[in-house]
């Protein structure tokens, strides 16, 4: 049996569970579910500049538009809510 190489629980494999691009998805060896490892690192988020207000943001791949389907921006508080674009409305 193989073991996350984060955590060290049990995992198992199987081809029923690929990513879209081929890759087999760790399955915990217990439930059969997607292996989401608490110990992981994650890449931190890059930050940028709103292009109105000059404050920094980053993009989440988890918050989108469900309308659109595009990313919505963010910052320290949660959605971004440009204060110069406000004030010109």
Do not use: V
Not at 26 to 44: E, M, N, V, Y
């Amino acid at each position: 049996m193989t073991h996350c190489k984060y955590c060290n629980l049990p995992i198992d494999f199987d081809d029923e569970h690929t990513s879209r691009s081929g890759k087999r998805i760790p399955l915990d060896a217990d439930t059969r579910q997607p292996h989401d490892c608490i110990a992981r690192p994650r890449p931190r988020k890059k930050t940028t500049e709103c292009h109105n207000c000059r404050q920094e943001i980053f993009f989440s791949p988890d918050r989108r538009n469900p309308a659109t389907g595009k990313l919505i921006p963010q910052d320290i508080f949660g959605n971004h809510k440009c204060i110069s674009r406000l004030e010109n409305w």
